[in-house]
């Protein structure tokens, strides 16, 4: 069963927009992924947060993790046409099998020239 | 490339019949997991394997669909009878045996049944 919840499901924007896309969870967590996926393609890893961590950065992204809310966000800043496709987030839960990832239906986004 | 390989990328076939997709993996890593995703939708789970040994399987994973992984280096995913709601992406992932790491993901097996 899918265990996060992105939030828009879609989203549409400027070329130098930034791009907020969130995720709410169910259960406590050992960690979560944010993955990208371009059309019928596999999925590419972007970032993972540690639960015991609030925030992280990777070039342009930020992703932040709030446990007691069982949330978390991706930010894109400043994007980019290629930065169109899908974003999931997935968890990796505690006390389920080490590495099992459980994923969101993901957010489609689409970045305009 | 030493991501994670699969093959085929693409299969048609006819309902009915056999499909085998293979999964290898990066060369250093001990878990080996296949997902299935359709369209508009998340990966699902449907089993793991730590080395050679499968050691959770998803209800997802009707009795039609085998896996194995012989020597704990590439896995084959198996599904005979093939229905038309077979039809997905199967995806295949790899990560090191630690707490807490990524998991990389093959491009994957898309599959349609007709």
């Known amino acids: 069963s899918q265990q996060g919840e992105e939030d828009p499901q879609a989203l549409s924007i400027q070329e130098g927009e930034n791009a907020t896309m969130n995720c709410s969870y169910k259960?406590?967590?050992?960690?979560l992924q944010w993955y990208r996926q371009n059309s019928g393609r596999g999925l590419v890893h972007l970032i993972l947060i540690r639960s015991n961590e609030r925030e992280k950065h990777s070039g342009r992204l930020r992703v932040t993790l709030d446990t007691s809310k069982k949330s978390s966000s991706l930010l894109i800043t400043a994007s980019r046409a290629a930065d169109t496709a899908s974003y999931f987030c997935?968890?990796?839960?505690?006390?389920?099998?080490?590495?099992?990832?459980?994923f969101g239906r993901g957010t489609q986004l689409t970045v305009w020239p | 490339d030493t991501g994670v390989s699969q093959n085929p990328r693409h299969k048609i076939t006819k309902r009915g019949q056999n499909v085998t997709f293979r999964c290898d993996p990066i060369s250093e890593h001990n878990r080996l997991y296949w997902y299935r995703q359709t369209l508009g939708q998340g990966p699902e789970f449907l089993t793991y394997f730590q080395n050679e040994a499968q050691l959770e399987k998803s209800r997802l994973l009707s009795d039609r669909f085998s896996a194995e992984r012989p020597k704990g280096s590439f896995s084959t995913l198996e599904i005979q009878r093939t229905e038309q709601g077979d039809s997905a992406m199967y995806l295949c992932?790899?990560?090191?045996?630690?707490?807490?790491?990524?998991?990389?993901f093959g491009q994957g097996t898309r599959l349609t049944v007709v």
């Open positions: 992932a790899s990560s090191l045996d630690l707490w807490a790491t990524e998991a990389f």
């Open positions: 259960t406590s967590i050992n960690n």
């Open positions: 997935a968890t990796d839960n505690r006390g389920s099998t080490l590495g099992r990832l459980y």
